[in-house]
Nanobody
Framework: QVQLVESGGGLVQPGGSLRLSCAAS????????MGWFRQAPGKRRELVAT???????NYADSVKGRFTISRDLAKKMVYLQMNSLKPEDTAVYYC?????????????WGQGTQVTVSS
């Protein structure tokens, strides 16, 4: 059984920073892709950033230059450093991982962490 647990969300003023963390646990044999998605009220869930096991990055245009994704495969952790936050970044942020476990390939989601950018 695989579990993803996010942390680091909260309330921050515009222009501020937050760092999200996601810890993966369970019978994980290999991690292929780790990423962050977000969903604002009344909107569809959207990709924020992903990173492959080879270290290739992909960012949404709206966060390029402000957000940085990183990961520690040995610890099965993925991080999202968010700088210069804007009110439109307000959303629930979800960790997502493509991985191999005993029963096969699995796409797993965390429970989400709330990020609110407001003065």
């Amino acid at each position: 059984q695989v579990q993803l647990v996010e942390s680091g969300g909260g309330l921050v003023q515009p222009g501020g920073s937050l760092r999200l963390s996601c810890a993966a646990s369970g019978s994980i044999l290999k991690i292929y892709l780790m990423g962050w998605f977000r969903q604002a009220p009344g909107k569809r869930r959207e990709l924020v950033a992903t990173i492959t096991s080879d270290g290739n990055f992909n960012y949404a245009d709206s966060v390029k230059g402000r957000f940085t994704i990183s990961r520690d495969l040995a610890k099965k952790m993925v991080y999202l450093q968010m700088n210069s936050l804007k009110p439109e970044d307000t959303a629930v942020y979800y960790c997502n991982v493509d991985l191999l476990e005993r029963t096969g390939v699995l796409n797993s989601w965390g429970q989400g962490t709330q990020v609110t950018v407001s003065s």
